[in-house]
């Protein structure tokens, strides 16, 4: 019985993710633009002498957003959820509805 703990305590040991990087991250501002097409993302570091990041997706469905940042900063997809604020900037509606002349 012993042993089959040993396994499992492993098994679940080798599943977790080892994602040390996003530790150093305070906050990931995700600016989210469905009027061009694009996201906006800014990375704050913990260290403010350390240089944030930036990056430009092009991309405004959320689950491809938080998965491509997960993936340009090789952080875990709870890591992103947890760290990400977003701001959503939607095409007014005037905009969407075709002129009526």
């Known amino acids: 019985m012993l ?3 040993e396994n499992s305590i492993q098994q679940l040991q080798a599943n977790l993710p080892a ?5 150093d ?4 501002e995700a600016r989210v633009d469905r009027t061009q097409g694009i996201t906006q993302v800014k ?3 913990v260290d403010l002498t350390v240089r944030g990041r930036e ?17 340009e900063l ?5 890591a992103v959820q947890r760290l990400t604020h977003y701001t959503i900037r ?9 002129s009526v002349d």
């Open 43 to 45: 990375v704050q570091p």
């Open 74 to 78: 090789d952080i875990s997809p709870a």
């Open 25 to 28: 991250i305070q906050l990931i």
């Open 90 to 98: 939607e095409p007014v509606r005037a905009e969407l509805e075709p």
């Open 19 to 23: 994602y040390t990087e996003d530790l």
């Open 55 to 71: 990056i430009e997706l092009f991309t405004t469905r959320l689950d491809e957003v938080a998965t491509l940042i997960a993936q």
């Open 3 to 5: 042993q089959q703990s």
